[in-house]
Every structure is written in C-alpha cells, then in structure tokens.
C-alpha cells in the first residue's frame, strides 16, 4: 500500500508510536479485512471518541486536550484489543471490522474500572469505589502511567489474590461464630486469617476467633515447644470448605508455621506485643463487650494492673502514680497527706525524673495504651503539675505548700479532705 496524502493514509499515519491498535489496524487494511468504507467509518469515530473523552477529563475546546484525549483513546483500544485478541493480530483486525469503534475504547476503560474497583491490599475498605477516586485512576493510567497489557495482567492477578484473600477472611469469620454484618469490623483479612491459623493449630482450643484474653492463652499454648500442627484438625474444620478455600487454609497454615509460629515462640514475644506492639505480623482479635477488660490488663500488664488497681481509666489514679514515679516514691493508686508534701518537698528540691515515668510506662503499661499515657505525661500532666507545685514566684508565694498540696487533692487520688472555709 502506497503512502498518498489521503484521507485515509493520514489515519493510519497518525499512530507512528505503533501501539497495538495501529499493528491491527495496519494489519486489517492490508490483509483486505478493513476496507476503505470501513476505515472511514473509524476515522469519524475516532473524531467523535476524541471529544467524548477530552470532555469527560476537562474540555474539548483546547488542543492540547484534545492531543491528550487521542492518546488516551489509542491506550484504551490498545489495552482491550490485546486483551480480546491474546496478541492475535488477525482477531484484533476482525474486531475492530465487527464492533463499533467506540465499543472497544470502553471496553478499555471498564477493563481499568473493573481493576481499580478490586483491592489494591488485603486491607478490607467498605466504602464503594467514588466516581472522584475512578476518574484520577483512569486518568493517571491513560495518560501519565499508562499500563501495558502484560502490567495489566499482573496487577490483576494480584488484586484478585487480594480479592480471595479478603473473601475466605469472611468465610473464616463466619465459620468461626462472628456474622458477616460483624464482620465489617475486620481490618485486614490477613490478621483475621493469621489468629484463624492461631487458633486451629492450637490443638483442643475451641475453633472461634479469640477475645484479647482468649488471644493471651493460645499465645501461652502456640509458645509451647511441644505444640505441633495437627492435620485432623485442619481437614475436619475444612470438611465442608469450597476448594479455593481448602487451598487458601493450606497455603495460609504453611505460612503460619513458617513465619507467624516463630515470632510467636521469639524470645521476649508477648500477647500484648503481638497485639500492639510494633510488629509487621498483626493478628485479630474479636470486641467483646461482655469481656472483663482489666482481666486482660491482669494477664498481659499484672505490675500495672496492681499498681493502678485496675482503674487505669482514671485520670486521677494516673496523676498519683506518674507523681509519685517522677519523684523516685513508690508507686502506687492514692496519695496520703504526709506523701503529697513530700512528692512537693522533692520536686521543689530536684524537680521530676520525667524519664522514669516514661521508663514506667514501657515497662509496665499495656502496649495499647503506651503512647497516649507518654502523651498525657509529657504534654498535660508534667506541665501543669511543675506550675503548680513551684514555689519561685515571689509574687505568689507557697511557703507552706498550701496551695500544692490543694493541687495535689484535687488532681490525684487524695484520701485527706480539703480545709474549710
């Protein structure tokens, strides 16, 4: 075919990038399959796609828009002709003969919103897909990072690995006694699956997912030296199990035992490190609202749970032991007189050890709970307390400790009533 100042020849000249929509169309005209009528037929689509497109990113009014939208165009038809075809020029060229032109630039574009409407992560997300979010996605992958087929294809197959992994989490929930509409809690399917693996391998442990207490006693048991896996037990639980599932369960148990089982049994692992703690394998645990929760603090956090009396939640309580810690005093819930002037004598005299109070905390608080007491400590409690225990204001003075230690009444755990008036 000679190259002649037509119509038609500045069709096909215009995709010298050679994508594969012009190797089919390329290979359709001179295989005979596309003919004069039908090319211009495309042309004039491909017109009206241009516009179509270049409104729905910003505005057909300008060209570089335009020049834009028909590089956008060209990507999708390429991406879902690749597709259809598997690479087979002849099947290309036969579909872009058979269907509307537009037809196969959307075929395109649903193939890109199918793929940004599947999880990027096992993070599980129950929002729908916003037009917003799907507009950028399409933009950013017709246009700035387009996506050829073979990255396509590969990013499919991970988003529906991600896809099934989030699927069998909920068959295990539900399996395990958590209904689906309970379900939408879970964050991410993979901790749910890693304490489903927890608890299966633990031979006798009842098969639900575990409360934070029920979590502490299977971490005690998975860390025993003699516990193994029991295949039994993994067959019966999948007795009625669909195969993808069967094979998930497998693949996850294998991955349990590899890598979860040993961090669980590292030294110096806890449940509430598990739980909490800075770890790059999260487990779930199921919200209870029937569980004690200082049974929890007992378990995981016994020094704190006696030192606080378990009314950890207590703002006062908190205030008596980070005092009575930051001034070297032992620590503990309630503050008598005699120790409220002597926590002021010592601040007045060296001021407060505030690294023991954070030391404390690390070495004996639940792992959940760290980082907001080194904050109430650090920003609030510590502040506030060196103003009003000081005694360096010749304008207000406090000689007698009479006005620390009504601070102390009225921010600690005092048992002494205050004087009246």
């Not at 991970?158 to 989490?169: G, V």
Request: hydrophobic residues 40%; proline residues 4%.
């Amino acid at each position: 075919m000679t190259e002649r100042a037509t119509p038609n020849a500045t069709a096909l000249a215009t995709f010298d990038g050679r994508p594969f929509f012009d190797k089919a169309l390329r290979y359709g005209v001179a295989q005979g399959l596309i003919t004069p009528a039908r090319l211009q037929s495309i042309q004039e689509d491909f017109a009206k796609g241009i516009v179509q497109i270049a409104n729905f990113f910003g505005t057909a009014h300008l060209r570089p828009e335009l020049e834009l939208a028909l590089r956008r165009m060209v990507n999708l038809i390429s991406l879902y002709l690749e597709d259809l075809s598997g690479g087979d020029l002849q099947i290309a060229a036969a579909s872009l003969r058979d269907k509307t032109f537009l037809s196969h630039s959307k075929g395109g574009s649903d193939m890109l919103k199918r793929l940004h409407a599947m999880p990027d992560s096992t993070v599980i997300i129950s929002d729908p897909v916003s037009s917003e979010s799907q507009r950028a996605y399409l933009d950013e992958k017709t246009a700035a990072n387009t996506i050829a087929l073979v990255e396509y294809l590969a990013e499919l197959a991970s988003r529906q690995q991600h896809q099934s992994a989030i699927d069998f989490s909920f068959w295990l929930a539900k399996k395990m006694g958590v209904p689906r509409d309970e379900a939408s809690n879970i964050d991410d399917a993979d901790s749910l699956i890693r304490s489903a693996m927890l608890v299966i391998f633990v031979d006798k442990a009842e098969l639900k997912l575990p409360t934070r207490t029920a979590f502490v006693q299977l971490v005690k048991n998975a860390r025993n030296a003699k516990a193994k896996p029991h295949e039994e037990r993994l067959k019966g639980f999948l007795k009625d199990a669909p195969a993808d599932f069967q094979r998930l369960a497998r693949q996850a148990m294998d991955r349990f035992i590899e890598k979860d089982l040993p961090q669980i049994r590292a030294p110096g692992s806890t449940a509430d490190k598990l739980l909490y703690g800075e770890t790059s394998q999260s487990f779930f645990v199921s919200e209870n609202l029937d569980e004690d929760v200082r049974e929890y603090d007992r378990l995981v956090a016994k020094e704190w749970d006696r030192v606080t009396r378990g009314d950890a939640d207590d703002p006062a309580v908190l205030a008596t032991v980070f005092l009575f810690v930051a001034t070297g005093l032992p620590a503990k819930a309630t503050m008598l007189l005699k120790e409220a002037k002597e926590v002021i004598r010592i601040f007045r005299t060296v001021g407060f050890d505030s690294q023991a109070v954070i030391d404390f905390i690390d070495q004996h608080a639940p792992e959940a709970i760290r980082e907001d007491l080194r904050t109430s400590w650090e920003s609030d409690l510590k502040n506030e307390a060196e103003e009003q225990l000081a005694d360096s204001d010749p304008n207000w003075p406090d000689a007698y400790m009479e006005r620390a230690v009504e601070y102390l009444r009225k921010t600690c755990c005092a048992t002494w009533k205050g004087h009246r008036r």
